[in-house]
């Protein structure tokens, strides 16, 4: 696992704590260019959560059958628990009702992403 420098990543810890502007830390960006992937604001998914849908679906693109009002909200945000960058770089996974999406919850966000052809 690739080891974030502290001032790589939007974090608490960082004396960031609050959400900025995609690409605000360029030297943070991944191998393949992409900005943001540790802190910053946690991810509303398309997937759908459900509890026990990792101990029985496969790993990759788990079609899941939980309520349509249910979304996932996957990675960590500034405002970590930990208010770390250490904790902005978990892999966390959660559900998140729609009355907490990324309108009324400043700490999630989402990512548009497209496959190239």
Not at 55 to 69: E, G, H, T, V, Y
Not at 89 to 102: E, I, K, L, M, Y
């Amino acid at each position: 696992m690739r080891q974030w420098a502290l001032l790589q990543a939007s974090a608490a810890q960082a004396g960031t704590p609050a959400l900025h502007m995609v690409g605000s830390y360029p030297e943070g960006a991944s191998p393949y260019g992409v900005f943001d992937l540790a802190g910053n604001a946690s991810e509303w998914v398309w997937d759908w959560y459900n509890w026990s849908d990792y101990s029985k679906m496969p790993a990759r693109n788990p079609l899941s059958q939980a309520p349509p009002w249910n979304h996932s909200v996957r990675g960590s945000a500034w405002f970590d628990p930990y208010g770390s960058a250490e904790g902005a770089r978990q892999s966390s996974r959660c559900g998140a009702r729609s009355s907490s999406h990324a309108s009324n919850d400043p700490r999630i966000g989402f990512r548009c992403a497209r496959s190239t052809p």
